[in-house]
């Protein structure tokens, strides 16, 4: 079984603050790939990034960056100097190497209210 | 370009009446999903199409039909629905169901509420 945690349920920030969110991943597979996704108000979710688990090279895209750390099973996402455009719910998702019927496994998000 | 195309963005239906979703892709890919989201709830796999063949049926009631008529295009048919099936339908697609580092691409959704 796989299951993806995000322990914060909603973060408040002031706009141009830096904020971090959390993920945290159970597996059993060595081999797995995790994503992370945004959900505007419109609905819609925005992919934002891949990375396998034999890459835990650390990625900066912008403003974003993301930190993999397999010995924590975690993968947190930073936004530096967030903007009211950041405002969104934001999913944590993991799919493994797990058998040809393997799902998205998404964690319960992550919403983030960024103020002027 | 990553663009899944999702009509109608909004939908009104009552409990008896028939009614279709719609999903498009044209990024060639060969998988296409529908997903099911609840307010402050992560999305829920409903369907899986593979190569045009329904590969995953989630125990979703019947009252839901997929069809996949060609391997751009995705409906989900909709009769005798519940007000509890209010929700966003999502469709997303991906180069290929079976492997799983392909990134799923998600259209904008239909919020649909039932009456």
């Known amino acids: 079984a796989q299951k993806v945690t995000q322990a914060q349920t909603e973060i408040s920030v002031v706009e141009k603050e830096d904020v971090t969110l959390d993920c945290v991943y159970e597996?059993?597979?060595?081999?797995?790939?995790l994503f992370w996704y945004k959900q505007p108000p419109s609905g819609e979710l925005v992919f934002l990034i891949r990375?396998?688990?034999?890459?835990?090279q650390n990625e900066i895209s912008g403003r974003y960056s993301w930190n993999f750390q397999k010995s924590t099973s975690s993968f947190n996402f930073t936004i530096t100097a967030s903007q009211v455009v950041d405002s969104a719910v934001y999913f944590c998702?993991?799919?493994?190497?797990?058998?040809?019927?393997?799902?998205?496994?998404f964690g319960t998000g992550t919403r983030l209210q960024v103020t002027l | 370009d990553t663009e899944v195309t999702q009509t109608p963005k909004h939908l009104v239906m009552g409990m008896t009446n028939k009614k279709s979703l719609k999903c498009e892709q044209h990024?060639?890919?060969?998988?296409m999903y529908w997903y099911k989201q609840k307010a402050k709830k992560p999305p829920e796999l409903m369907f899986v199409?593979?190569?045009?063949?329904?590969?995953i049926n989630e125990s979703v009631p019947s009252r839901f039909s997929p069809e996949c008529p060609n391997s751009s295009l995705l409906n989900l048919h909709l009769h005798a629905l519940q007000p509890e099936d209010s929700a966003l339908y999502l469709c997303?697609?991906?180069?290929?169901?079976?492997?799983?580092?392909?990134?799923?691409?998600f259209g904008p959704g239909t919020r649909l509420l039932v009456l």
């Open positions: 199409y593979s190569y045009e063949k329904l590969s």
């Open positions: 997303a697609s991906s180069q290929d169901f079976m492997r799983p580092q392909e990134t799923q691409y």
């Open positions: 998702a993991l799919r493994s190497w797990a058998g040809t019927a393997s799902k998205l496994t």
């Open positions: 990024m060639g890919h060969r998988a």
């Open positions: 597996t059993r597979d060595t081999t797995y790939y």
């Open positions: 990375r396998n688990s034999f890459d835990e």
